[in-house]
C-alpha cells in the first residue's frame, strides 16, 4: 500500500503561480513513476504531468512550458511547479503513484485560478 497527501493548492489570479507537493509513504519501494491528474467540474480527468523513477517526464500539452514537475527520491516526494496558471487550469489536482499492478491516488487539492 502507498499513502499519497497533497498540498499547496488554493486561489490565485491569473499570471499567477502555485506549487503542489505530494508526499508518499508506505511501500514507496515499489513506485516505478509518479504523476498529477486534474479534473475540472464536468470533464474527465487527465494527465498533467507524469515523471518516472529515472526523471524522464512528460506534459499535457495545455500546460507545458508553464507547469514543471520533480521528483525527490530520498524524500518520496513529487512537486508540481506551476505558472502562468489561467482559468482553465482551475480543478482538483490529484497526485498518482504507480506501483504496478496497482495505482494509488491521494485524496486531491482543489486549485482554483480566477480572472
Known amino acids: 500500500q502507498v499513502r499519497l497527501v497533497e498540498s499547496g493548492g488554493g486561489l490565485v489570479q491569473a499570471g499567477g503561480f502555485l506549487r503542489l507537493s505530494c508526499a508518499a509513504s508506505?511501500?514507496?519501494?515499489?513506485?516505478?513513476?509518479m504523476a498529477w491528474y486534474r479534473e475540472a467540474p464536468e470533464k474527465a480527468r487527465e494527465l498533467v504531468a507524469r515523471?518516472?523513477?529515472?526523471?524522464?517526464?512528460n506534459y499535457a500539452d495545455s500546460v507545458k512550458g508553464r507547469f514543471t514537475i520533480s521528483r525527490d527520491t530520498a524524500k518520496s516526494t513529487v512537486a508540481l511547479q506551476m505558472n502562468s496558471l489561467k482559468p482553465e487550469d482551475t480543478a482538483v489536482y490529484y497526485c498518482?503513484?504507480?506501483?504496478?499492478?496497482?495505482?494509488?491516488w491521494g485524496q486531491g487539492t482543489q486549485v482554483t485560478v480566477s480572472s
Open positions: 508506505g511501500s514507496i519501494y515499489s513506485i516505478n513513476a
Open positions: 498518482s503513484a504507480d506501483s504496478p499492478p496497482y495505482n494509488f
Open positions: 515523471i518516472t523513477s529515472a526523471g524522464s517526464t
